[in-house]
């Protein structure tokens, strides 16, 4: 397991070099949760049985599988490459994805996938979460051993003025 503990892998980092992982692991489960939401309202709409005309239609996939803005928001989702993290299928493919609101089977299909791929997602969730934790619990540790370690995390300029 990749999971961040206060002995294996957080042990042998520096306290500026954990702090750093720890802030990487924040923003991996920043941009997971954002998939998460995006994923869920997806299927939200899909579920209500929201009718798009085809004006909508077309802007919507623009916006979702086109190429700069699916290249903006590809670009954020970086999932480690651990383990405990399973591959995603092709976001692109996801998104180009507007099926006919009228065909029930396809509606239905689509959203089977997206509900795989946001349990998929939110287990990955819950794993950063462990990490993050075990990160956090070996930052406090160092702390607690070493309390004037707490000042490194100021600015220079704070640390001089106080």
């Known amino acids: 397991m990749d999971q961040c503990s206060p002995i294996p892998e957080c042990a042998r980092l520096s306290l500026s070099e954990l702090r750093n992982h720890r802030r990487e692991l924040e923003e991996e489960e920043n941009t997971v949760s954002y998939w998460r939401r995006l994923i869920q309202a997806r299927v939200g709409v899909l579920q209500a049985g929201a009718t798009l005309t085809e004006g909508d239609t077309r802007s ?3 916006v979702l599988a086109g190429h ?3 290249a903006t928001r590809t670009s954020r989702l970086r999932l480690s ?9 092709d976001i692109a493919a996801l998104w180009a994805r507007l099926d006919d609101p009228s ?3 396809s509606r239905a299909q689509l959203v089977l996938d997206l509900r795989r ?3 998929q997602l939110t287990a990955h969730r819950q794993d950063l979460h462990l990490r993050i934790g075990a990160a956090m619990a070996e930052t ?3 702390y607690h051993a070493n309390p004037k370690l ?3 995390a100021l600015p220079a300029q ?3 003025a106080g």
């Open 60 to 62: 919507l996939k623009r």
């Open 68 to 70: 700069h803005a699916l």
């Open 81 to 89: 490459a651990s383990d405990q993290a399973p591959p995603l299928p």
């Open 103 to 105: 065909d029930a089977a």
């Open 117 to 119: 791929i946001e349990q």
């Open 140 to 142: 406090i540790a160092r």
């Open 150 to 152: 707490c000042l490194s």
């Open 158 to 160: 704070q640390r001089r």
